[in-house]
């Protein structure tokens, strides 16, 4: 059994926080629950924890210092934002500072422990020994190499493609979300990288078309899925 995943949780709604810190440990987490930034960073301080869920608006420290400080000592901790407020403002604030997501209230409490989950397999699968081959329907992509096969057709991707690519292919089938994909790839997930990765969404659209079984489709608001049929496993 692995261990349980640890969460600090900075909530100054006291109701919300206790139900928030039920609902987590009943899902199987470790969830410790702070009322302000300074008891929340003095708890990061002597607590090791998996994962970061933090309200924007609390008292002595907001969740952004709060974040910020956390980044000091802990540079890949993930961090999720609860906020009252979807402003645009706030949004690219919390994501300026590294984070990894973002829930405006009300919430419905699945949600936050999928969210939760996926920043969590993220961060295994990048911690996870880089693969090397991917079979995509009738291609096999080379990531070492970047190449593209099929049939006895190859063709040489450059490294933003190549980059793009095997981040779609870890998550074939899945939404791939586009500020994770630019912030992996890009670093910064500002307007003008989103541009550049749509450019290359539709390079890789265009090398992929030999293989009709296999398309990358866009989820409006989300990012992009990797369409291929799954593999028989030998």
């Not at 901790?77 to 609860?82: A, C, G, K, T």
């Not at 500020?179 to 670093?187: H, Q």
């Amino acid at each position: 059994m692995d261990e349980k995943l640890r969460i600090l949780l900075c909530e100054d709604d006291e109701n919300l926080g206790m139900l928030l810190r039920e609902y987590l440990q009943a899902k199987g987490y470790n969830a410790d629950l702070y009322a302000d930034g300074e008891s929340g960073y003095k708890a990061f301080l002597k607590g090791k924890y998996d994962i970061c869920v933090l309200d924007i608006m609390m008292p002595k420290k907001d969740g952004f210092q709060l974040a910020q400080e956390i980044r000091t000592i802990n540079s890949d901790v993930p961090v999720i934002f609860l906020t009252a407020k979807a402003l645009k403002e706030d949004i690219l604030e919390g994501f300026k500072l590294g984070a990894d997501d973002y829930i405006t209230k009300p919430f419905s409490m699945e949600e936050l422990v999928m969210r939760i989950d996926a920043i969590m397999r993220r961060v295994k699968g990048k911690k996870g020994k880089e693969i090397t081959m991917y079979k995509i329907g009738k291609f096999t992509f080379d990531t070492q190499k970047q190449v593209l096969i099929i049939d006895d057709m190859s063709t040489k991707l450059t490294t933003k493609e190549s980059e793009l690519l095997s981040l779609l292919c870890a998550h074939v089938n899945e939404i791939l979300e586009r500020n994770f994909a630019l912030k992996t790839i890009w670093i910064d997930d500002n307007y003008f990288n989103a541009r550049s990765m749509d450019v290359y969404i539709t390079k890789l659209r265009k090398h992929l078309k030999a293989d009709p079984s296999i398309e990358i489709i866009n989820i409006h608001g989300k990012g992009y899925k990797l369409i291929a049929p799954e593999q028989e496993e030998k």
